[in-house]
């Protein structure tokens, strides 16, 4: 036995607390670039007059910046350094690439009218983000058991929320208070804390924390490792033969209808507490921040408790009906909800269920994919799972935004709730016992995907 495999310590294989930790200590760091460029540079863009179709296509240009994550993933399974484990190289440099977005942000000073400086700096960042989110999921399929992947989606989840909600609030007065250089300057060091985290940890006992340190590749990690893209055993192959079965797209159908219904509400969001209840920036921002804040802890608990009791399937269908639900009272409420402590009520719900739509959904994303391809096709669901968001933005200008809000809320209500009833009719492979104690059906395919374990 190495010297190494003899040190222990921060080692994600061997300790359940220290997997829930480290997941959401780097959906943390994942929700800060979210938080500001989703939720405090929209609001920032529109209390100074930026029209409704811009600050929607900076949405859409946030979430485009997700959608080709899928090919990082490729690279990923494909090119590591076993020795440190399969994901650990690409999470220590995507969270550089973060931290040099937020270093380029600081150095160019945009203002709110500058729309193409800011589109540029969202995309790096979020690219950044995105690679992180690749490495992140790719660990959690590789080393989360199934008992453990609804608690642990809590956190994740409730991390990001946290991460969004703590960045938009101080992004958003930063924004309004300090300017932009000043904001973006702050969020440098903050990210570095599950920078040097990442460098630190190891995946399983024996791998090397440096590449000039002592170890080796873990049996496990050399297992699931497929050398070649190509042949019926490359990753290409199983990725394909995974993807194209019936449960997997008809998940994929299911959850972009509800995904494009999100796309046109999260723009719109903002919209409505600036143009409608008169929020300013700083308001607006430090409100859904303390809603976010408050809504990533309760769903900690209640994510888990709902994925425990209903099982994820079950729990993905009552998140997206009640997401139709909410539109209905946009829609027809307007009169009562233009009342500030009305529109929290709104902006809590709006909070809670796009969390908890996240954290329900996200076990069966696990579930279906191959551990050999973990990252790939993990990935592939959730990029086109923002590919549709970022659609639903870029509509959000063509169905009239705030000046036709009968057309926009009532086309949300109407894929929310497609969504649920395609939820409602999927049919998972195996079994979910450790979720809802209840048995589930073949998958429409007939054929249960590849898993190992």
Do not use: H
């Amino acid at each position: 036995m190495t010297r190494t495999a003899r040190a222990g310590g921060l080692i994600l294989s061997e300790s359940r607390i220290l997997r829930l930790f480290s997941f959401f200590l780097f959906y943390v760091g994942q929700g800060l670039p979210v938080g500001i460029t989703v939720v405090a540079m929209p609001a920032w863009m529109a209390a100074n007059g930026v029209t409704d179709a811009q600050v929607g296509q900076l949405v859409a240009w946030a979430y485009f910046a997700w959608t080709y994550k899928f090919i990082v993933a490729a690279l990923m399974d494909r090119f590591t350094y076993l020795p440190m484990g399969r994901r650990r190289i690409w999470l220590i440099a995507a969270q550089f690439l973060m931290a040099g977005g937020f270093v380029i942000a600081a150095i160019i000073d945009p203002g709110p009218t500058d729309y193409t400086l800011l589109v540029a700096v969202t995309m790096i960042v979020m690219t950044g983000a995105a690679t992180q989110d690749v490495a992140v999921d790719g660990l959690a399929v590789d080393l989360l058991p199934e008992k453990e992947q609804g608690m642990a989606s809590s956190f994740m989840f409730g991390a990001q929320a946290f991460g969004m909600a703590t960045a938009g609030a101080a992004a958003g007065a930063g924004l309004q208070f300090l300017g932009a250089q000043a904001t973006f300057f702050l969020f440098i060091s903050v990210l570095m804390i599950p920078t040097i985290y990442a460098i630190v940890m190891r995946e399983r006992p024996g791998e090397r924390r440096f590449p000039w340190s002592e170890g080796e590749a873990s049996p496990a990690a050399k297992g699931e490792y497929v050398p070649r893209y190509f042949g019926w055993d490359g990753q290409l192959m199983i990725t394909l033969r995974s993807i194209f079965k019936g449960a997997s797209l008809w998940l994929i159908l299911s959850q972009s209808l509800g995904r494009i219904a999100g796309g046109i509400m999260t723009p719109m969001i903002p919209i409505l507490g600036t143009s409608f209840v008169m929020l300013s920036t700083a308001e607006y921002t430090s409100t859904m921040g303390t809603i976010d804040l408050t809504v990533s802890f309760v769903c900690l608990g209640v994510g888990s408790w709902l994925t425990l009791k209903l099982g994820a399937q079950r729990a993905t269908v009552l998140v997206f009906a009640s997401y139709a639900a909410l539109m209905l009272v946009i829609l027809f409420g307007q009169q009562f909800w233009k009342d500030f402590p009305i529109f929290l009520v709104i902006l809590f719900c709006w909070s809670l269920l796009t969390l908890l739509s996240s954290i329900c959904s996200n076990p069966l994303r696990m579930q279906l994919s191959d551990k050999r391809v973990g990252a790939t096709q993990f990935t592939i669901y959730n990029s086109l799972a923002n590919l549709p968001v970022a659609l639903g933005a870029w509509l959000l200008g063509w169905l009239g935004g705030s000046e036709n809000l009968a057309a926009t809320v009532g086309t949300a209500a109407g894929l929310f709730i497609l969504s649920a009833f395609g939820f409602a009719l999927l049919r998972m492979p195996g079994s979910q016992t450790a979720q809802s104690g209840d048995s589930i059906p073949e998958a429409l395919g007939g054929e249960v995907p590849a898993r190992v374990d």
